[in-house]
């Protein structure tokens, strides 16, 4: 069992940074690949961008290609996303997710892939 917990939204400027966290429960972290996804209103939840076990390799959505960067600290049992040059099409809830691979290869951007989620953190950019 793994309990996420994000934090670091709120509300920026276009252009503005903000860095997301998220908090993972448990010894095993180092054995989970993870991701980051995002809903806005009225939308379906959309991929972000994903690590795999060891922090070695990502993937992003094109839309944030260049902008973000995903990382994680297994030491810590956190992940992090690192949004720069924010757009007002970037505003959602931001949700953290976590599945359990044998794998250190693997990322996975699909979201019914991942078993664990947080509660989500809101992020908003104003034009």
């Known amino acids: 069992q793994v309990q996420l917990v994000e934090s670091g939204g709120g509300l920026v400027q276009a252009g503005d940074s903000l860095r997301l966290s998220c908090a993972a429960s448990g010894r095993t972290f180092s054995s989970y690949a993870m991701g980051w996804f995002r809903q806005a209103p009225g939308k379906e939840r959309q991929f972000v961008g994903a690590?795999?076990?060891?922090?070695?390799?990502?993937d992003y959505a094109d839309s944030v290609k260049g902008r973000f960067t995903i990382s994680r600290d297994n030491a810590k049992n956190t992940v992090y996303l690192q949004m720069n040059s924010l757009k007002p099409e970037d505003t959602g809830v931001y949700y953290c997710?976590?599945?359990?691979?044998?794998?250190?290869?693997?990322?996975?951007?699909?979201?019914?892939?991942?078993?664990?989620w947080g509660q989500g953190t809101q992020v908003t950019v104003s034009s």
């Open positions: 690590i795999n076990r060891g922090g070695s390799r990502t």
């Open positions: 997710a976590a599945t359990y691979t044998s794998r250190d290869a693997v990322v996975i951007s699909t979201p019914s892939r991942y078993d664990y």
